[in-house]
């Protein structure tokens, strides 16, 4: 006999494969809608908020907007969707949003359950450490005996907990409620280390009063990456935004740029040719134009520039490279080639 | 004997007991420990006031246009400044903001003719407001119509957001809820059990559980292809949760009517419909217009709750503009500023109320 229970899976199971079927032609959708649906944050320094003109600006909005000028040749055909933390992956599911690219990590249950697929990594982040200037500390390895600022109920005093443990170092745990608890807590001098993710602790930082009394050590102590999510059972749709953000990642290691790609059409190099579509059509096998690349390049710029505007250091946050370096300058950062 | 013929002059009081040195005497000073009451009070009162205002007003930055204008030693109203056009109309593009002040300005004049006793018409411009209007705004804001272009709901926000929340969710939950209300008290089983369920379903679950329901579940469950828009599910949501609450106030003014009146008016062969409307009704509503007021008050603070399913409110826009890295950490001018907006609308219901009930008082005041 079936239970309520059962009912109730049966009938979310149904409802989700259902909206599963009925959204594979994700692209065509998109086309006659004339606008990429896209998942946000509700607010999150750097990677996806508001600006004071009302336009979304950040990392994650970057990625929204390189699909919009793959798919229909304008960046800003974008609608946002502001979701939270308990919401988004519902809101992909159910169609409402095509793209969520929401700062979610990359981890096997979200991979393998939900009926989604991960389609990158746009930043490695994880959790880092700020210590005050003065301490003149480099490391995370120097930070024995230290007294530590901890957001509770987060999986970072877990995993800050496991990197002590493990590297046979003691430290002490000063646990505060909220964000801004904490700040004000490695302000008072209540302790010595400020932890969070990395994409955080620089949102952090930015609230004290000397900003610059404080340093980021290099070092991350777990994998927190973080990328754009679609639903499976549209393998188009998946290659579009995974190429989007691979396109983004090949301009930049070429060094096409915004203000260059339109010189950059003519070069002798193969490898700008074809990811600008000057030599053959790779866009065809997602059904695009040759022209998708040259596109997001134009109107969002590569990586390096998107980086640099939101995070890295022409935005206020001020982020290191670091592990979102590309592979051959020391980094994570990796695009299969365009061929 | 001597008469004294004439009166002895009238002579002005005793100063110590007129005037604001007799009131201070009889209200603060009347006594060695409500001197000291008074004292400690005040000494608490400028421990509290002198720090406040010198934040807010003395040592705080007014001009400006980015961070950098900002000493940080005081209050940085420049953030507040430079973001007020979007805390007012939210994500609304801001070349067709134009559409927005005119509902704007319809709500406020709507609002005004209706309260201000003296301009006539009353109800024709009832009629409007509630018919009329809706209508007009929808189609001012939504665009889509007569070559506007279309602005979908995602973009709405802020302050206009709140007050279209808590207009819409007030408009339609006055009336659900008279008619729950009699329906509980009906004599007819299915009419009187229905209604029972629905207002004990609704006043049994949290609001934000409603609203999580609808933006969350209800997505899941509706057949592909149809998507109910965000706003339309959250003031559903929020309506049926609010009338479900009415209807127990409305109820308690209808239960303080003493039934004579009720069988006096059946007596004299009036219908259902005619006693609840000319004789119960409009005592118990007037009765009832604290509670009502109340009950709208909570609706509009209520509204704030909207912010987790994704809807910027007032107090959603204000936090999103929060996380612009380049106005980190002046959150609690951003917050000072949603409370004050937030205590303007509240205080102006509650005064109003009050005028109300002033005004419709025909001696029952005790």
């Known amino acids: 006999m079936l239970n309520k229970k059962h009912w109730v899976l049966l009938a979310s199971a149904g409802a989700i494969t259902l909206t599963g079927a009925a959204n594979a032609a994700t692209l065509e959708d998109t086309v006659e809608r004339g606008a990429v649906q896209c998942g946000v944050s509700d607010g999150l320094p750097g990677f996806s908020a508001p600006d004071g003109d009302g336009n979304w600006q950040g990392l994650d909005v970057d990625v929204c907007r390189a699909v919009a000028a793959a798919v229909l040749g304008d960046a800003d055909a974008v609608n946002y969707i502001s979701l939270n933390a308990v919401e988004r992956f519902t809101a992909l599911q159910s169609g409402e949003v095509d793209v969520l690219s929401r700062n979610t990590t990359w981890t096997t249950t979200r991979d393998t359950t939900l009926g989604l697929n991960f389609a990158g990594v746009n930043f490695y982040d994880g959790i880092g450490f700020m210590v005050s200037r003065d301490l003149g500390i480099s490391g995370a390895d120097e930070l024995d005996g230290a007294a530590i600022c901890i957001q509770t109920g987060t999986t970072t005093e877990l995993n800050v907990a496991d990197y002590f443990r493990a590297n046979d170092m003691e430290f002490d745990p000063i646990v505060f409620d909220t964000s801004e608890q904490t700040v004000g807590g490695f302000q008072a001098g209540r302790c010595d280390v400020l932890t969070s993710d990395t994409s955080q602790l620089a949102a952090l930082r930015i609230q004290l009063d000397d900003p610059n009394g404080a340093v980021i050590l290099p070092d991350i102590i777990s994998k927190e990456p973080l990328g754009p999510v679609v639903r499976q059972g549209d393998d188009t749709w998946f290659n579009i935004v995974k190429w989007s953000l691979f396109a983004m990642l090949n301009a930049e290691e070429y060094g096409v740029t915004s203000e260059n790609v339109d010189e950059m059409t003519s070069s002798e190099n193969p490898d700008i040719a074809r990811l600008l579509g000057q030599d053959g059509n790779y866009g065809e096998g997602m059904g695009l134009e040759a022209d998708w690349a040259y596109n997001i390049i134009s109107q969002v710029g590569n990586y390096a520039e998107s980086f640099d505007r939101n995070v890295g250091m022409g935005s206020p946050l001020e982020i290191e490279r670091g592990a979102n370096a590309l592979w051959n300058q020391g980094g994570f950062q990796y695009a299969p080639p365009i061929r | ?366």
């Open chain 2, 1 to 366: 004997m001597i008469h004294n013929q004439t009166m002895i002059d009238q002579r002005p009081a005793p100063s110590n007991t007129l005037g604001p040195v007799a009131w201070l005497r009889a209200n603060l000073f009347s006594g060695p420990l409500n001197t000291l009451f008074t004292l400690a009070g005040l000494y608490v009162l400028y421990l509290l006031l002198v720090p406040t205002i010198q934040w807010a007003f003395i040592n705080a930055d007014w001009i400006g246009t980015t961070r950098d204008d900002c000493s940080r030693e005081g209050a940085c109203w420049v953030f507040v400044n430079a973001r007020f056009t979007q805390f007012i109309y939210g994500l609304y593009p801001r070349s067709e903001i134009w559409r927005a002040n005119i509902v704007f300005g319809g709500f406020f004049t709507l609002i005004a003719w209706l309260a201000i006793p003296r301009l006539p018409f009353k109800r024709w411009v009832a009629v409007f407001a509630l018919i009329g209007f809706p209508i007009a705004a929808y189609v001012l804001l939504h665009g889509g119509y007569f070559d506007l272009p279309r602005v979908p709901t995602h973009r709405w926000g802020g302050l206009m957001l709140t007050l279209l929340l808590a207009s819409v969710g007030m408009i339609g939950a006055l009336p659900i809820g008279i008619v729950l209300a009699l329906g509980r008290r009906s004599n007819m089983p299915i009419v009187k059990s229905f209604c029972v369920i629905f207002i004990e379903f609704w006043r049994g679950v949290p609001l934000i559980t409603v609203l999580f329901m609808a933006s969350v579940m209800l997505p899941l469950f509706l057949p592909s292809g149809i998507s109910v828009d965000r706003l339309v599910r959250a003031l559903i949501g929020l309506t049926l949760f609010q009338s479900a609450y009415m209807a127990e106030v409305i109820r308690g003014g209808l239960q303080a009517i003493p039934k004579g009146q009720e069988e006096a008016a059946a007596a004299l062969g009036m219908t259902y419909w005619k006693r609840m409307g000319l004789i119960v009704l409009p005592q118990a509503l007037k009765m009832m217009i604290p509670g009502i007021v109340n009950t709208f008050i909570s609706l509009f603070k209520d509204t704030t709750l909207v912010m987790i399913i994704g809807l910027f409110d007032l107090l959603g826009i204000v936090q999103a503009a929060l996380s612009d890295s380049n106005w980190l950490g002046f959150s609690l001018e951003g917050y000072v500023f949603a409370a004050f907006v937030f205590w303007i609308f509240c205080f102006s219901m509650s005064r109003y109320s009050q005028y109300l009930e002033r005004k419709l008082n025909t001696g029952h005041k005790r």
